[in-house]
């Protein structure tokens, strides 16, 4: 880049021009030029007192151990909500856009496998970020929005760990991506999606989104962990893509937080009622393998990080799980056919979503979610 | 691995909040439905008031506006003993006015008051022919513990007509809800389930803190029980379970395997400071999980817990 950004628009027409670039040498030759690159966002959710204005939190919100040493950033303001974030040992930059109060994106051009080495590197060492985890239907859901035209999928899970079955009789991992265009493809998803039955797990969905005219799209695809990335005429649509998933994502979380945390509301001195509800995940089938799924869920290893300390009782377990991105309690019931999940009033939403996610990747896709009245959370 | 160990005390507590709330564990459900549709909340736990004979502590109050019936709920698993009779003497002159003035409850809510008394199978008759004989008006349910999740009405009938449909035919689960309360047993400190609460509180605490910074025993327990529920408990109540904190933390504290997480420095009000840099923290708290889950099991395992108390 031989320019200096100074303001969001500036960046933005940049990634425009490249993500266009790109586009038509996509088009015409199936490659890309040298050091042409994809515009790739990310959001990620941040503990909300974390300060973001504030240069030397955010440098060392941004810094990461890598190969023993302390990787930081240098870093320029650019906008009161925008920075310049460059990390010299990597050559990768990256422009930081708080979205609100608790999400903030990165957006850049560098490399994809460096990119996606630094924020999984923040993710998993800073407990005040965290990663979007988009579940299943979500990314299904987001084929279908704004007469989008489907251009591919693809499913990613492997239950081994948890299920422990290795044999060649049944399909215990899987792997697959296809891209494409035209009506095939859709019909093409829609009998995997049912011969995978409770297996297939989208990781990722590509689709082209329209502007006001046919001259104006993207064509952009969604991953799992809040990837977002895209080449076509208008970056505009690219921004729009990315809020619009991150108010729907809001808004799951604020419906966790709001209607399941439990927590006695004291009115008065000793008036006391207890509000919210626990949440029910509903296997599709019975599990017989328990114990195997709570030592590989609850050990606290990515990606649930989640520590449990486990009790047997008369049906099943009681356990009382710690998750260690952000500290917080919840407290969950296991038998083979069920799951309770009692939220504690200071839990995040996104523990629980990550919680669910993950199961969907290493468990069963068809696992349900549901509150007491039997209505569905997922 | 150890079997948790309910308390008839945490299992009743959820149980009731389970009827109130709704919840799904409870199988059949056709009863839960029917009590919920009453409307009663969980008013208060250990809620005490002052009547003609002295005080009395109500295990729970349960309201409803729709139904206009307060029922204060007594549940034990003693046999009947001059103490137990003279409590039960004192749970016949609480009235109304009693329950707005102590529990807050509204005139709506408290325009007729039933007393529920909960007993083991093996004392119904006993507690029965007391109740019968001093013509007493609790409504008398028997619970079988620890075989299986039952409740039966045994003796007088509730005002609430719908009361006594539901309780007439044994209430019986397969599994009731274990999480609506935390799992501390209110009338004996001395059991397994307190330990694993505060060995959780413990690492969620050295999760969120960095090296050097202090809490202090208050904080621990307020956080543990969540600051809601702490609020609900008697002041009684609440130093019983502090003292109960305390001692786990001073044993957890005199473990050679856990001197490097954080250490006593004061004593009046106990407080501790934490080790643990951050740069370390996530990967010796996986560590030390297994050496604190050995730490639990063991003394939940004692054969008396009390050796800790």
């Known amino acids: ?52 204005d504030e240069a030397d939190v955010l440098r060392q919100l941004l810094s990461f151990e890598f190969k023993g040493e302390t ?42 496998k460096k990119v996606d080495l630094i924020v999984q590197k923040l993710v998993s060492q800073h407990h005040q970020i965290d990663a979007m985890w988009l579940w299943h239907q979500f990314l299904d859901r987001q084929l279908w929005l704004n007469q989008r035209s489907f251009k591919g999928f693809s499913f990613d899970y492997d239950f081994r760990k948890i299920s422990g079955d290795e044999s060649d009789q049944t399909l215990s991992y899987l792997k697959m991506q296809i891209w494409g265009g035209g009506h095939e493809i859709v019909e093409l998803y829609k009998k995997l999606r049912n011969m995978l039955r409770n297996k297939a797990t989208l990781a990722k969905v590509r689709f082209k989104e329209f502007g ?40 799951k979380l604020a419906t966790i937080e709001k209607k399941y945390r439990l927590s006695w509301q004291i009115d008065g001195q000793r008036e006391a009622v207890l509000e919210g509800e626990p949440l029910y995940f509903k296997f599709s089938k019975r599990i017989d393998y328990l114990d195997r799924l709570i030592e590989v869920v609850f050990n606290g290893s990515y990606p649930f990080r989640l520590l449990g300390f486990v009790r047997e009782t008369n049906h099943g377990y009681f356990i009382r799980v710690v998750d260690l991105h952000v500290g917080s309690r919840f407290n969950l019931e296991l038998y083979p056919d069920l799951m309770v999940v009692y939220l504690p009033e200071d839990v995040c939403g996104n523990t629980v979503i990550r919680f669910y996610t993950n199961l969907q990747h290493t468990m069963e896709t068809e696992v349900v979610v549901e509150d007491a009245q039997g209505e569905k959370v997922f | 691995m150890l079997k948790e160990k309910r308390s008839f005390e945490n299992e009743l507590l959820n149980i009731f909040i389970g009827l109130c709330k709704g919840s799904r564990q409870f199988v059949p459900q056709d009863k839960v439905s029917k009590f919920q549709k009453l409307g009663f909340s969980v008013r208060g736990v250990e809620v005490p008031i002052i009547v003609k004979g002295g005080r009395v502590t109500a295990d729970m109050v349960m309201a409803s506006k729709r139904v206009g019936n307060a029922l204060v709920v007594e549940w034990t698993k003693s046999q009947l003993t001059e103490r137990k009779k003279h409590q039960l003497r004192k749970y016949e002159s609480i009235t109304g006015q009693d329950l707005r003035a102590y529990a807050f409850l509204t005139i709506r809510e408290t325009e007729s008051v039933d007393k529920l008394v909960v007993v083991l199978q093996k004392f119904v008759s006993d507690y029965e022919a007391y109740i019968r004989q001093n ?175």
């Open chain 2, 135 to 309: 013509k007493l008006p609790h409504v008398l349910l028997a619970y079988f513990y620890p075989e299986r999740y039952r409740l039966e009405r045994k003796f007088n009938n509730f005002v609430v007509s719908e009361l006594n449909e539901i309780f007439d035919t044994a209430v019986e689960f397969d599994r009731i809800p274990m999480g609506f309360a935390p799992d501390i047993d209110l009338s004996n400190m001395a059991q397994s389930g307190l330990v694993d609460e505060v060995v959780a509180e413990l690492v969620q605490l050295l999760l969120r803190r960095d090296e050097g910074e202090i809490f202090d025993l208050d904080e621990f327990v307020q956080n543990m029980l969540s600051k809601g529920f702490y609020k609900l408990l008697s002041e009684d109540k609440r130093r019983e379970i502090s003292k109960a904190v305390h001692q786990i933390l001073k044993e957890i504290g005199k473990e050679p395997r856990f001197q490097e997480i954080f250490e006593r420095i004061g004593t009046d009000p106990p407080k501790w400071k934490i080790k643990l840099r951050r740069s370390e923290k996530l990967k010796k708290i996986k560590a030390l999980r297994k050496a604190l889950q050995e730490f639990a099991d063991e003394v939940a395992g004692r054969t008396t817990f009390l050796s800790l108390f």
């Open chain 1, 71 to 112: 990787v930081f950033p240098t870093l320029r303001k650019i906008e009161d909500d925008f920075w310049e974030v460059f990390y010299p040992v990597l050559s990768v930059r990256m422009y930081l856009e708080k979205l609100d109060g608790r999400f903030f994106a990165f957006h850049t051009l560098s490399e994809s």
């Open chain 1, 1 to 52: 880049m031989d320019f200096e950004i100074s303001s969001k628009k500036d960046a933005f027409e940049f990634f425009e021009r490249q993500i266009s670039r790109a586009y038509y040498k996509l088009y015409e030759s199936q490659k890309l030029e040298f050091e042409s690159y994809l515009l790739k966002s990310f959001i990620l959710e941040k503990e909300l007192d974390v300060n973001l």
């Open chain 1, 212 to 251: 006001d005219n046919p001259e104006h799209f993207v064509l952009t695809d969604i991953k799992f962990l809040g990837k977002f990335r895209s080449h076509g005429t208008d970056v505009r649509l690219h921004r729009k893509i990315l809020f619009d998933v991150k108010t729907a994502y809001a808004q």
